[in-house]
């Protein structure tokens, strides 16, 4: 890896340690550019916003949300990145302890959750999913680099978590996991329940939850966030397709095994960008353009990560005859 990598990843891992201040109940999930802390949002009623899509907000209130997501996203980013030689740090390890401390304190609660809803907080399998993943890669790390941490209460609340979402999140009645306990819904955030090595993409309840969402939640062969009419979340109902969840979904069927059906929709995605290669938040169907936020990096990362995985998925089926010749 090229060192800048390293140096910028450092850099990251540094000003988070300045972020915590200490404590890592004062870490946001979000700052301004400039690192700012308050992010107090306020409307400005005399602007029409673009193509009258009101309100324009200054500002973003999600600053003050809780997103249990969150631990999982930044535990998972150290591990990767010290796995992959970004130099140990003594306060960077203090800080994801701490990080964990906080989590064991805090994850039975409800929270906004990763589309930062407006409709009052929930018990998102998505966030649950994710307080296991923050668990897990703290685990791994403590294991892979000999670091001191009561492993053996760590791995106690790891099965705990995921026991937790296996019991609750889980809707036997229609064969897949749901947005939150106790709901019906259906989140395109569950597609990512594989990804992150929770349950393996051949488990039964997993298999269930890609084929209802194929089925519940897509708009012409691209998967929307939820249902936005079921769905409270504090904004009017109606949107386009997310792009990102689109990504997702492809990621499932190389998992699967459908490569074909993955390539395809990759395809499609590919199909939506600008004359400059960039990707808007979403698509808009109906439409036939792209909408929200632009350009939109959580789109573009999805795509640099299904276009790794049907690679990867291709390398293998090419090299699998050769493998079983050699058996021979």
């Not at 997103?67 to 591990?79: I, N, T």
């Not at 805090?106 to 409709?119: A, T």
């Not at 399998?125 to 209460?153: C, N, Q, Y």
Request: charged letters at 25%; a negative charge; aromatic letters at 10%.
């Amino acid at each position: 890896m090229d060192a800048g990598y390293y140096e910028e990843a450092a850099a990251w891992r540094d000003w988070l340690l300045r972020a915590a201040a200490g404590s890592p109940s004062q870490v946001q999930i979000m700052y301004g550019l400039a690192g700012e802390h308050h992010l107090t949002e306020w409307q400005v009623p005399w602007l029409p916003g673009y193509e009258g899509s009101t309100p324009v907000r200054i500002g973003n209130a999600a600053h003050g949300q809780v997103q249990l997501d969150v631990f999982g996203e930044v535990m998972d980013a150290l591990y990767q990145a010290r796995r992959g030689g970004l130099r140990a740090s003594a306060e960077g390890w203090q800080l994801q302890r701490a990080l964990v401390d906080h989590l064991v304190s805090i994850w039975e609660q409800p929270d906004q959750g990763i589309w930062e809803v407006r409709g009052g907080p929930q018990h998102f399998t998505h966030s649950k999913v994710m307080a296991w993943v923050a668990l897990d890669r703290a685990i791994k790390g403590a294991e892979t680099f000999g670091l001191p941490v009561p492993l053996d209460e760590w791995r106690a609340l790891r099965e705990r978590v995921h026991a937790d979402v296996c019991r609750k999140a889980y809707n036997p009645d229609i064969g897949s996991f749901v947005q939150a306990y106790g709901s019906r819904q259906l989140d395109a955030s569950l597609l990512l329940i594989p990804l992150v090595g929770f349950l393996p993409a051949d488990d039964a309840r997993v298999r269930g939850t890609v084929e209802n969402i194929e089925r519940r939640l897509m708009a012409d062969g691209l998967v929307l966030r939820y249902d936005t009419a079921t769905t409270d979340d504090g904004l009017a109902p109606g949107e386009g397709a997310f792009l990102a969840c689109s990504f997702w979904l492809a990621d499932n069927l190389v998992l699967l095994g459908r490569h074909d059906d993955a390539r395809s929709l990759f395809e499609r995605l590919l199909a939506l960008r600008n004359d400059v290669g960039l990707l808007a938040e979403e698509y808009d169907p109906r439409l036939g353009r792209q909408v929200g936020n632009f350009p939109q990096a959580f789109s573009h990362v999805a795509l640099v990560d299904t276009a790794f995985n049907l690679g990867s998925a291709a390398a293998q089926k090419a090299a699998r005859p050769a493998v079983q010749r050699g058996r021979r």
